[in-house]
């Protein structure tokens, strides 16, 4: 399986914009990039995800690099409810299988 | 839509006992998964189905875990006998056929002492 490489942790000031790296050097023609985001005691939930272009969801956005081999996940004005640990993860597309890594942890100061 | 139900939300037992955890996916979900989730860590996919088949369960250990889905809807994921490097969150995630969205349960705690 390819590999992602995060950041282990980002702070950010509440209601400006979080740009979550993630590189992904030896990705596949066929990973779809995918981000998960799992808050305090609860379990992972899907923030988006893509394949070659730029995607935009209420949630957030991802670019994706013209290589593919790095994506940042942009939130576009943190809230507190935005601090959780954020997943960027490579799915060869039909195989459905997520494998997680450590993930970036983002805290918001208020 | 209701979302992926797990019981018991938490549980604690002593080392060599049995332990059994259930889930019930989200209606029509066909691929079901269990993940281990260690205190700082990410979680770690133990099994996953596709309908009641095994798709993967290469990171189960087999000798003390085991998992069925029968008739494709429910599973269950037992622990026999548990040991302390048990200690997780265990959580089930389910999602459509190639869909790529996959929706997680809070999870069941496990502590084992």
């Known amino acids: 399986d390819a590999k992602t490489t995060q950041p282990n942790s980002m702070e950010s000031n509440e209601e400006e914009p979080v740009h979550l790296p993630c590189n992904h050097s030896?990705?596949?023609?066929?990973?779809?990039i995918h981000w998960y985001r799992q808050l305090p005691s609860q379990g992972p939930e899907y923030v988006i995800h893509?394949?070659?272009s730029n995607v935009n969801n209420r949630m957030a956005s991802l670019a994706i690099a013209e290589d593919r081999k790095s994506s940042t996940l942009i939130l576009h004005r943190a809230t507190l409810r935005d601090a959780a640990v954020y997943y960027c993860i490579l799915d060869d597309f039909g195989n459905e299988k997520l494998t997680f890594g450590t993930g970036t942890r983002l805290t918001i100061i208020p | 839509e209701a979302g992926v139900a797990q019981s018991p939300r938490y549980k604690i037992i002593e080392k060599r006992q049995s332990v059994a955890f259930w889930c019930n996916p989200i209606s029509g979900h066909a691929t079901l998964y269990w993940y281990q989730q260690i205190l700082g860590q990410g979680p770690k996919l133990l099994i996953q189905?596709?309908?009641?088949?095994?798709?993967?369960d290469s990171q189960l250990p087999k000798d003390r875990f085991s998992a069925e889905r029968l008739k494709g809807v429910d599973s269950t994921l037992k622990i026999q006998p548990a040991k302390l490097e048990d200690s997780a969150v265990y959580l089930c995630a389910s999602s459509y056929p190639l869909n790529t969205e996959a929706f997680f349960g809070q999870g069941t705690r496990l502590t084992v002492v």
């Open positions: 030896t990705i596949s023609g066929t990973d779809y």
């Open positions: 893509g394949l070659t």
């Open positions: 189905f596709q309908n009641n088949g095994v798709v993967d």
